[in-house]
Structures are given as structure tokens and as C-alpha cells.
């Protein structure tokens, strides 16, 4: 006997999201999902973001990491709310995780609410996590060819970060290269160029965030 | 690793279908699988072997079918499979559109012993 099912496998994980997405349209959050390679700076432009400020913007961090406390506590010292999430060796986040992080943090004190998500460029891209937008951050030392090797975080990101561009004199980049690749993939996408250590492009950072919390206060007034 | 998430999500709606059709052993599991969902289907079988044991799908077969990437372009709404990572439309030459197949994993079908 034959059952036809045609469900998507993970609408388990899709279900939940939908929860979280729910829970952040109720306290006025916008939620920002980074998406990475380990190392290449999401814990540092999250620090940025928080050393420049947003004005009234009241930001919570949700830091996912397969070991340790080392993110949440780099973020702690701005005097944020701040939650690890442990996955025991996974290699990306759930949307079940985010919503048990939820109960430990005061909803009605955040707007912006930044999800670090394990360093990995594959695993993390099929898991709806609730948030509003993604963010794919690149450094110029992995190679200009991320975009043509993982499509699909390409195409589902609202922002790309190229980081580390006080380093592009030092290793090959092709920054040409890497922006066809990126716009092949998703045309008219944002990419900021952006260098934590030296502070460049840290503003335009921090102005897409800005927008994000405006879009959505717009919407709710 | 995302094939360990997956296939325990996967084995969890086999088990709720076994329940639903009040069957106890599940023959064959037919999934359709996108190929930007970059899965190592040779990790994925064996994941699936140690994790079907002691559930429904202990006995269960399991059928892959990869499908290609599909776009259909933002201009035209030409249908295509991309040669090359970036989506150009062979119609007119356009860059860039929706996926519409190749980017998610669906259970397609579950057979079931018919005793
Ligand atoms: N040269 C340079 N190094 C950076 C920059 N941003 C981050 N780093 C360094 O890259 C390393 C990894 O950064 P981190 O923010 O922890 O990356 P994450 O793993 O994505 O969170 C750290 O040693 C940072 O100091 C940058 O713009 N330029
Ligand atoms: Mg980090
Ligand atoms: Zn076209």
C-alpha cells in the first residue's frame, strides 16, 4: 500500500519558526538571522554595531555556537541582553532552540534581537529560524568564489557583508568577481563593504539595521 | 552535518503517518531531494540505516530522487535549469530569479507491507 504524503521534510522546523515569528510580531522585534564561515566576523560586527549604537534601538543577541560561552560573553560587556545557545556539536540552529532562548530574555525591552548562527554556510541556510531578514557575511580571506559555491545562502540573504577590507591589500580578492557572483545569484541585493578592525562601512551597518526596526515600526503604527 | 536534523525530522513524520494509516512497519520511503540542499546522499543513507532501527521504518527502503535546480526568470518567466552558478535566462539573458525546484526536501510517498 502506497501513501502519498508530499510534505517538506522540515516543516517541523518551519511550524516552529512560524511560532517564534509570531512571538516577535507581538513584542515589536525585528529579528536578524547572521549567517557565516567560522571566523569570519559576525561576533565582531555585532560588537561594532554596539560600540557605534542605535539610537534608541534597543538590541538583544542570541548567540549559537557549537561550544562555549565566549560570544555571549564578548557581547555582555555592552550591557545587552545576551543568550547563549549550545548545540552540542550541531552545526546550526533549530527554530525550536530560538524559541526556548525567548523565555530568557526580556521581549518587551528588545527591538532588534541579532541571531548569531553556528559558523557553517551550508547547514544553517534551510532552517527558518522566524527571523525578519538574513545577513551572509563573507571576509576577504575565504576566496571570492562563496557565492558560486553556496547559491542558495546567496539567494536567500537580504544583506551581504564583505568584511575585512582593511586585509584586501594583503590577499588576493577579487572583488569584482565575488559581486557578479553574488548578483548572478540574487540581482539588486545589498553588499556593504566593511572592515571592523578600521571602522569602514560600520555605519552603513548599522544604518541597514536601523531600517529593519523603522520598516517594521511602520508597519505596526 | 544538517543530514542528522533532517533525517530525524523525517523519521519522526513516518512514524505520525504509521500512526495515522494504524500500520506498524513502513516497506519503502520515497524523498525528493533539491539539489541545492547540498545532501551528501551517501552520508544521508547511512544516517538513515543507524536511525531507522527500532522505529517503524526499521525495514524500510529508502528512495532518493535528486532533483535539478530550477529557475523561472524575473523577466520573462522562462523556465530553466542553470548551466553555470549564475542564473542567466537562456531566453533573454536576464540574471537572477525565483527558485522553483532544487531547494527544498519533500517526503513524496511511504509504502506499507500490505498484511
Ligand atoms: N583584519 C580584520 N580582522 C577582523 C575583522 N573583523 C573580525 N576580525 C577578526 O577575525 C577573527 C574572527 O572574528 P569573529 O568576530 O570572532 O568571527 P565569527 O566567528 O564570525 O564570530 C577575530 O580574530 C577578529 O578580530 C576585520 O574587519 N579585519
Ligand atoms: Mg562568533
Ligand atoms: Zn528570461
Not at chain 1, 58 to 77: C, F, L, Q, S, W
Not at chain 1, 102 to 119: F, R
Not at chain 1, 161 to 187: A, C, H, M, R, S
Request: aromatic share 6%.
Amino acid at each position: 500500500m502506497k501513501v502519498d504524503v508530499v510534505q517538506k521534510v522540515l516543516k517541523a522546523n518551519d511550524d516552529i519558526a512560524k511560532l517564534v515569528r509570531s512571538r516577535f510580531d507581538e513584542h515589536g522585534i525585528s529579528c536578524i538571522n547572521m549567517i557565516s564561515a567560522p571566523g569570519s566576523g559576525k561576533t565582531s560586527l555585532i560588537e561594532s554595531a554596539l560600540k557605534q549604537g542605535l539610537s534608541g534601538v534597543r538590541i538583544g543577541v542570541i548567540e549559537g555556537d557549537p561550544e562555549t560561552t565566549r560570544d555571549a560573553e564578548r557581547i555582555a560587556k555592552y550591557d545587552v541582553p545576551v543568550v547563549q545557545i549550545n548545540t552540542a556539536g550541531g552545526c546550526h540552529l533549530e527554530s525550536q532552540l530560538v524559541l526556548q532562548a525567548l523565555d530568557k530574555l526580556p521581549l518587551n525591552d528588545i527591538d532588534l534581537l541579532i541571531i548569531e548562527n553556528v559558523g557553517n554556510l551550508v547547514c544553517p541556510v534551510g532552517f527558518d529560524l522566524g527571523e525578519k531578514s538574513r545577513v551572509a557575511v563573507v571576509s576577504v580571506t575565504e576566496g571570492q568564489d562563496k557565492p558560486f559555491k553556496y547559491p542558495k545562502l546567496f539567494h536567500t540573504a537580504n544583506l551581504v557583508i564583505l568584511n575585512k577590507v582593511d586585509l584586501l591589500p594583503y590577499v588576493p580578492f577579487d572583488v569584482e568577481e565575488f559581486t557578479q557572483g553574488v548578483q548572478g545569484i540574487q540581482p539588486g541585493v545589498p553588499i556593504l563593504h566593511v572592515s571592523c578592525t578600521h571602522g569602514d562601512g560600520i555605519s552603513d551597518w548599522v544604518n541597514w539595521l536601523r531600517e529593519q526596526v523603522m520598516s517594521d515600526k511602520n508597519k505596526h503604527e | 552535518m544538517h543530514e542528522l536534523s533532517i533525517i530525524t525530522s523525517l523519521i519522526e513524520q513516518v512514524e505520525q503517518i504509521c500512526k495515522e494509516q494504524e500500520k506498524s512497519t513502513v516497506s519503502k520511503i520515497v524523498l525528493r531531494i533539491g539539489s541545492l540542499e547540498y545532501i551528501n546522499t551517501e552520508t544521508f543513507l547511512f544516517m538513515f540505516e543507524q536511525a531507522k532501527e527500532g522505529t517503524c521504518a526499521e525495514k524500510a527502503e529508502l528512495n532518493m530522487i535528486i532533483e535539478p535546480i530550477k529557475i523561472r526568470c524575473r523577466k520573462c518567466s522562462e523556465i530553466y535549469e542553470p548551466e553555470d552558478t549564475i542564473w542567466l535566462c537562456p531566453k533573454c539573458n536576464e540574471i537572477g530569479g525565483e527558485i522553483i525546484q532544487g531547494s527544498e526536501i519533500i517526503l513524496e510517498s511511504v509504502y506499507f507491507d500490505d498484511n
